[in-house]
């Protein structure tokens, strides 16, 4: 007797993960000038030579953060004198949270509490001293970084080399293209910025991008081109978003695969959009969570509310920590979403936040 488990095979996948969002591919298309760019800018760390701080900056789902990825990986195999280490700067914006998170990549250990950021950074500048190695440091969404007390981040890092002989190569990544413009003149100037531009995708080059990833990703003949075409056309319109191309694809994907079906049809890529109204059709389909619905909900509901009306209103219909509420803030106001402005109420000394659906 068959048993359940065979049962359960896939009718489209051959590798369902290939698809995923977080998958990070091999190879990256129409991006071998810029992870050049990159490389050649880190490559001297090789020779003991002091790396170029690079810039990367363009629209979302271009490849940047895979890019930078890939060079980190490369630069790693490629010698042994430099360490690497990559910072979602969403995620880790306080000098403490940067200077954690790379401490811990380059092997130094940190008792889990009251170690502050100064300890923190001193300590990666020694082990680095001693394994004579110059760190590599991705700052991805490095914009969160380049405005208020989180800037200095970027001048301890980058003067480092001069005020503690412990070198660091920075590779910025961000959506916002004049980044440095708003940094201060002296950290601008001990940055020496190159720049490196991901321009958006090409429909057609969406195509040729889904394709590969079909390949590997779906059954033979589960994905058609017509498909591809249609799921390329999404992330076209989204402005040449491949992460919006692949999504689609891959959620299309799992329509046909509750359906039983061993083809993706077109319905099964509309169904992913099959939600009332145009706007929150874009949304899902770039990749809002249901939490972060539930702020949009919320907001849309109720118009513009201090954040902490919101973080409320969400805990009395969900549950969560305070935390996790403002971490689905900040990545719904990152992906332009949701509006965030600091006010001062009446009467009252200290700040508040304001939200509203963009
Ligand atoms: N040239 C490419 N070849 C293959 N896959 C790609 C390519 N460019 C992007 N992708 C895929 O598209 C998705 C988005 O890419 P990535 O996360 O690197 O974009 P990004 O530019 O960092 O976007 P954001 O600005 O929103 O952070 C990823 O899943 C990645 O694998
Ligand atoms: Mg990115």
Same mark, same amino acid.
């Given at each position: 007797?068959?048993?359940?488990?065979?049962?359960?095979?896939?009718?489209v996948f051959r590798d369902e993960r290939v698809l995923l969002?977080?998958?990070?591919?091999?190879?990256?298309?129409?991006?071998?000038?810029?992870?050049?760019?990159?490389?050649?800018?880190?490559?001297?760390?090789?020779?003991?030579?002091?790396?170029?701080?690079?810039?990367?900056?363009?629209?979302?789902?271009?490849?940047?953060?895979?890019?930078?990825?890939?060079?980190?990986?490369?630069?790693?195999?490629?010698?042994?004198?430099?360490?690497?280490?990559?910072?979602?700067?969403?995620?880790?914006?306080?000098?403490?949270?940067?200077?954690?998170?790379?401490?811990?990549?380059?092997?130094?250990?940190?008792?889990?509490?009251?170690?502050?950021?100064?300890?923190?950074?001193?300590?990666?500048?020694?082990?680095?001293?001693?394994?004579?190695?110059?760190?590599?440091?991705?700052?991805?969404?490095?914009?969160?970084?380049?405005?208020?007390?989180?800037?200095?981040?970027?001048?301890?890092?980058? *003067?480092? !080399? #001069?005020?503690? %002989? /412990?070198?660091?190569?920075?590779?910025?990544?961000?959506?916002?293209?004049?980044?440095? +413009? $708003?940094?201060?003149?002296?950290?601008?100037?001990?940055?020496?910025?190159?720049?490196?531009?991901?321009?958006?995708?090409?429909?057609?080059?969406?195509?040729?991008?889904?394709?590969?990833?079909?390949?590997?990703?779906?059954?033979?003949?589960?994905?058609?081109?017509?498909?591809?075409?249609?799921?390329?056309?999404?992330?076209?319109?989204?402005?040449g978003d491949a992460r919006v191309a692949l999504e689609a694809?891959?959620?299309?994907? *799992?329509? !046909? #695969?509750?359906? %039983? /079906?061993?083809?993706?049809?077109?319905?099964?890529?509309?169904?992913?959009?099959?939600? +009332? $109204?145009?706007?929150?059709?874009?949304?899902?389909?770039?990749?809002?969570?249901e939490p972060e619905q539930l702020v949009l909900d919320i907001?849309?509901?109720?118009?513009?509310?201090?954040?902490?009306?919101?973080?409320?209103?969400?805990?009395?219909?969900?549950?969560?920590?305070?935390?996790?509420?403002?971490?689905?803030?900040?990545?719904?106001?990152?992906?332009?979403?949701?509006?965030?402005?600091?006010?001062?109420?009446?009467?009252? *000394?200290?700040?508040?936040?304001?939200?509203?659906?963009?």
């Amino acid at each position: 007797m068959a048993g359940i488990f065979d049962n359960l095979q896939s009718g489209v996948f051959r590798d369902e993960r290939v698809l995923l969002p977080e998958y990070q591919p091999p190879q990256l298309m129409f991006r071998a000038e810029q992870v050049q760019a990159i490389a050649r800018c880190m490559q001297g760390v090789a020779r003991g030579q002091p790396p170029q701080n690079v810039f990367i900056y363009g629209p979302t789902g271009t490849g940047k953060t895979t890019a930078s990825r890939l060079v980190l990986t490369e630069l790693s195999e490629f010698t042994e004198k430099a360490v690497t280490a990559y910072v979602n700067c969403w995620e880790s914006y306080s000098r403490q949270a940067v200077f954690s998170t790379i401490a811990d990549q380059v092997g130094e250990a940190l008792p889990k509490r009251g170690v502050g950021a100064d300890e923190i950074f001193s300590r990666i500048v020694q082990r680095l001293k001693y394994d004579r190695k110059a760190c590599i440091v991705v700052l991805d969404e490095a914009d969160r970084v380049a405005t208020g007390e989180s800037a200095t981040i970027l001048y301890e890092l980058s *003067r480092a !080399a #001069e005020n503690h %002989g /412990a070198s660091f190569g920075l590779i910025l990544v961000s959506n916002v293209p004049d980044l440095a +413009a $708003g940094l201060d003149s002296r950290i601008k100037s001990s940055l020496r910025l190159e720049k490196v531009e991901f321009k958006k995708y090409l429909p057609s080059q969406l195509k040729e991008i889904l394709a590969a990833r079909a390949k590997e990703g779906f059954l033979p003949g589960a994905a058609s081109e017509d498909i591809i075409g249609l799921c390329a056309a999404f992330g076209a319109k989204a402005g040449g978003d491949a992460r919006v191309a692949l999504e689609a694809l891959w959620k299309a994907g *799992r329509n !046909a #695969e509750k359906r %039983g /079906a061993k083809r993706i049809d077109e319905s099964d890529v509309r169904a992913s959009y099959a939600v +009332a $109204g145009e706007w929150k059709k874009e949304q899902r389909l770039s990749g809002v969570s249901e939490p972060e619905q539930l702020v949009l909900d919320i907001l849309t509901k109720h118009g513009e509310m201090t954040s902490g009306a919101l973080y409320e209103k969400y805990m009395a219909l969900n549950g969560e920590s305070e935390r996790q509420i403002r971490n689905y803030v900040n990545s719904l106001e990152k992906r332009k979403l949701v509006l965030v402005r600091e006010a001062q109420p009446e009467g009252s *000394r200290g700040k508040t936040r304001l939200v509203k659906t963009a």
